[in-house]
C-alpha cells in the first residue's frame, strides 16, 4: 500500500540547502539586474489564503493554486514587505552559507535591525517575520528546511530500524524509556535510513500513550514503529513519517482520540493542512489509515460509560465543519464515524481503553483493529 | 560546589517500587485491622497547602511542615475521599506488583468505575483523582514514580556523559541531532550513570536554544552537559539535574530568560515548587547558579535596543511577588537584579543575544559568563 509514487521521494545524498541557496541568489541577481536597468523590481509571491487552495482528488492531498501576488519595491503599499522579503531571504543565505540553521525566533533577531537614518525598525515584532518566510518558501519552492529554519523537535519513536542522525548511528529499539528524540530537520542530509525490520507505522497522539505502548513492548511484538507527536505533530515527525513512509514503504496506522481534534490530526497527516497548502506534496501521507478509536467501538468493544467524555457545543461545531472538508465530504464511511460522534453525543479518548484493563489497549484493541481492515477509515 | 550532601543521593539498584509497594500493603493493613476491630479507620495526610509549606535556610530548599489532618472513613464529609484514596492506592499496588506504569490519566480511567448497588461514580473527573494521588504521595513519603506513575517526557540533552536507560547503553553525545530524550521516570532502577567526563551542566530553557548550543558544539568545547526542559522543566527533567548534581557531583548552571517567568523557572530548579514542596528534597539543587541572562547584560555586553521586550504591568506584579519571596528576600544581589528589570521597564530573551551574531550566545555570551563567577547569581 505505500510508495505508489516513488516521485515523491526526497533526493537524498544531497546537501539540503544547495538548491535553495542558488534559489535564493537567483532571487536576489533579478532583484539587483532590474534595479540597475533603472526598474521596479518585484517578486511573485503565491498566495497563501483559502481562496487559492484546492483539494487536488488524484494527489488526495491539499494543493495550492497558481495564482500569485506582485510584490514591488516602487509601491508605497508593499516596499516595507519587499525589503523584510530580502532581508530574511539574505539571512537565510548566511546560514546555508555557514551550514548553521536557526529557528524562526532567532531570524527574527538576526533580521532586526535599526535602518539607517531613521529610528524605524526593520521588524517590530516576529508576527512579522513568520509570514515573510513562508513567502519565501512558496516564493521559491523550498522547504523551511532547506532554508536552515528549524521547528521545535517534538515527538519520538520506537522500532526496529537503525538510522543515521547528524552522523550518529542510531538503533532505535534501543534508545530508553523515552525512545528516539525526532528533531525538527530529517532532511536527507541529516536522516539517513540505514536498516530497518518492521513490518508497519503505528503512529498515536500523545506521548503518555506512546509510552504504554513502548513499556508493554507492543513494537517488539509487532514488529513494527510506534511513533508519537505529541499533539499534532510538528514538521519533522510529519516529514519522517512521509520519508519512511515512501522510502520504506511502510504503511502508516494513525491511532487518535474519537473526538474533533482526532480526526483534525488525522486529516493533516494525511493530507496537509491547509495553512501550509504548499508543504503537503512532502510531507502529506495521503495512504494513511485511521485505526480508531472510532464512534463505532463503545458498543463494538463492550465499553462502559466511564469512558464517555460528553460533547459540548464546541465540539459539535466542529465536527459538523470536518464532515464539510472536501477530503472527509462524500465520503460514506467517514460520514457514517463522524454522525455517529454525534448522535452518541459523547467522545472517547485512547487513554480511556484503559478502563478495562491496563494492556487491553496494547494487547486487544489495537491488535483487532489492525487484523481487521473493515474497520480502517481511509 | 556539588555534591556537599550525600545523604541526598537516590539509593541505587533497589527495585523503585518495592518499598513504595510495602508502605501501600502497611497502610492498607492499618485501615483493614482498624475495621476489623470495629473502630473508624483513618489515614493521616501531610497538609499540601502554604500555611504547611516552609524555606529551609539550612538546607536552601522549600519544606513541608509536619501538619496532618486525618482522613475518616466514617465522617460524611470525607468518606468519599477516604474511599477514593483507598482506591488509587490499590491500583498503584497493582501498577508495582505488575511492574507497569501509567500516567495520571491512565490512573484515573483505571480507578473510575460505578459503585455497585448505585449510580454513583468513583471519579467524575481527573481533578477528583490527581489531589488524591498526591495526599497518597506525602501519606506514605513516596515520590509518584516510585509509585509507577509516569508524567510527560519532556527535555533532552546532549554530552559526554553514557547513561544506562531501560537496559540500553547510551553515549550522550551520539544520540543525534535532538539529544537523549529525557524520560519521565529517571529512577535510579530505571537510569544508571556509566561514564561521565563532563565538568557540568548547563541548563537552558528551550529547545531552540539548546539546538543553538548542540549545533555549535558547545557541548564538546566546553566538556559539559547541554540540558533543556521545554520551559518550565518536568519531573524527569529535575529529578536527572539532581541525580548528576549529587551523584556525579556536577555544577548546575542554569541560563534562562530575563523576565519573571525565567527567574521562577530557576527558583524551581533551585529550591523546588511551593505546590509539590515535599518533593523538594529529591529534586531540588540548591547549589544551581543563575548566569543569565541579567538585567544588567544590557549594557554589560552592549546589547542594541533590539533585544527589548517591553515589561507589561503583570510582568511587573509577577517581580514585585518574586522579590518577596523568601529565598531571594534578603539576597542583595537577587533583589539588585528583579530592581534592574523594573527599572529597565524591558525584559530580553536569551535568543535576543543573536541579534549581535549567531554564534555570539554560545562563542562569547556564555564563556564570559560561565568565566566570571561574580556574575552568578546564587
Redesign the interface.
Known sequence: MAGKNPGRTAPSGTRRGRDAGEKLEKLARTVADTALRQHDPSIDIPIRALSNVAFNEKSRTIEMGDNKQQRNFFNYGQAKRFMQTMLVASKCK??ID?D????I??IY??A???IRGTSE?TFDDQSESDPILEDLEVAINSLREELHI?A??RG?LVGPITLV??G?T?DCA????????????VEPD??QFKKCDAKFILHVEK??VW??FH??RFWEKHRCIVSHGGGQPARGMRRLLFRMHYELKLPVYVLLDNDPWGYYIYSVIKQGSINLAYESKRMAVPEAKFIGVSSFDYERCGL????KLELDANDVKRAKQILDYPWFAGKKPWEKEIRKMIANGFKM?V??M??KR??YLTEEYVPMKLADRKQWLD
Chains 1, 2 share one sequence.
Do not use: C, W
Open positions: 548566511d546560514l555557514a548553521k540553521t536557526a529557528s525566533r532567532q533577531y538576526m532586526k535591525h535599526t525598525k528549524f521545535s523537535n519520538n542522525d547528524d550518529n542510531l534501543r534508545m530508553g524509556s523515552a525512545g528516539y528524540a525526532v528533531p525538527s530537520i541529516v536522516v506521548d503518555t509510552r504504554r513499556e508493554d462502559s460509560d466511564d469512558v479518548e487513554e480511556a484503559i478502563n491496563l494492556t
